[in-house]
């Protein structure tokens, strides 16, 4: 099993920053990709960037690209999303997610694919 913990979220204004942590625990050596995901309110689950452990690939949506920036400590089992010019609209609930498998940029968008997913955390983005 494995266990992640997301932390960071919270009420800011349009234009500020955040920084979103997601901690794994566990059986971490089996992951090999990890995502960001988000939902908004009546609103689908949305793809918002992964990376893979090992091979460091990186994908962003293109609602956020040159805006928010994913990385890995490995040595800290830990996963940031570091969100900057946040807008009202990037307001939702944050997921982090993992699984086993090195997902390319098709694969790793879609949430089926991933096993392993936090409990979320809130960011609200006032105007």
């Known amino acids: 099993q494995v266990q992640l913990v997301e932390s960071g979220g919270g009420l800011v204004q349009a234009g500020d920053s955040l920084t979103l942590s997601c901690a794994a625990s566990g059986r971490t050596f089996n992951t090999d990709s990890m995502g960001w995901f988000r939902q908004a309110p009546g609103k689908e689950r949305e793809f918002v960037a992964a990376i893979t452990w090992r091979g460091g690939r990186i994908y962003y949506a293109d609602s956020v690209k040159g805006r928010f920036t994913i990385s890995i400590d490995n040595a800290k089992n830990t996963v940031y999303l570091q969100m900057n010019s946040l807008k009202p609209e990037d307001t939702a609930v944050y997921y982090c997610?993992?699984?086993?498998?090195?997902?390319?940029?098709?694969?790793?968008?879609?949430?089926?694919?991933?096993?392993?997913w936090g409990q979320g955390t809130q960011v609200t983005v006032s105007p």
């Open positions: 997610a993992a699984d086993s498998t090195p997902y390319g940029i098709v694969g790793g968008r879609l949430p089926n694919n991933y096993h392993y």
